[in-house]
């Protein structure tokens, strides 16, 4: 499992918090350890999931990524 910081462009309150938390729960192979205004803290199975599900997660919860380190 690799842990990756996320940088999340759009979000300013609980409901996007939610939002971003329920979407990329919802994709196999990420476990989301926590998300905050503005940013998460993921570990996923890079052999079962891309970087690109992970931000189409984020784009679906209405939000943009910016970055992943």
Known sequence: MKTQELKIEGMSCGHCVMSVKNELGKVTG????????????????????????????????????????
Request: proline share 0%.
């Open 30 to 69: 990420i476990v989301v350890d926590d998300v905050q205004i503005g940013k998460a803290r993921i570990h996923y199975d890079e052999s079962k999931v891309t970087e690109q599900e992970i931000a189409r997660a984020i784009d679906e919860a209405g939000y943009k990524l910016v970055s992943m380190n």
